[in-house]
């Protein structure tokens, strides 16, 4: 079992960066690829980057360049580093974390999510 707590969303305007993290209990953290997962009003929960033990990455087509995931597995603790925002990022933020070797699911814990507006 992983409980994961989110922290770091907020309301910025566009072009301002945020970061969030999320702390996972329990043990063996590096088992698990983590994600950072998003949902805008009326909009299906999307992906937006993932990452394994290791470092090796995965981020959507939308955030690239803009959006840094990493990890720190000693703090059992996952960033998303979030640059050059935009109000279509404007979303709930979750966290989660799966035991799967595939990075885009499914997802078996989940945080309980972060707010993050973007003002134009």
């Known amino acids: 079992q992983v409980q994961l707590v989110e922290s770091g969303g907020g309301s910025v305007q566009a072009g301002g960066s945020l970061r969030l993290s999320c702390t996972a209990s329990g043990r063996a953290f590096t088992r698990y690829i983590m994600g950072w997962f998003r949902q805008a009003p009326g909009k299906e929960r999307e992906l937006v980057s993932a990452i394994n033990w290791y470092g090796g990455q995965y981020n959507t087509d939308s955030v690239k360049d803009r959006f840094t995931i990493s990890r720190d597995n000693a703090a059992n603790t996952v960033y998303l580093q979030m640059n050059s925002l935009k109000p279509e990022d404007t979303a709930v933020y979750y966290c989660?974390?799966?035991?799967?070797?595939?990075?885009?699911?499914?997802?078996?814990?989940w945080g309980q999510g972060t707010q993050v507006t973007v003002s134009s």
């Open positions: 989660a974390a799966t035991p799967r070797a595939n990075a885009l699911g499914p997802y078996d814990y």
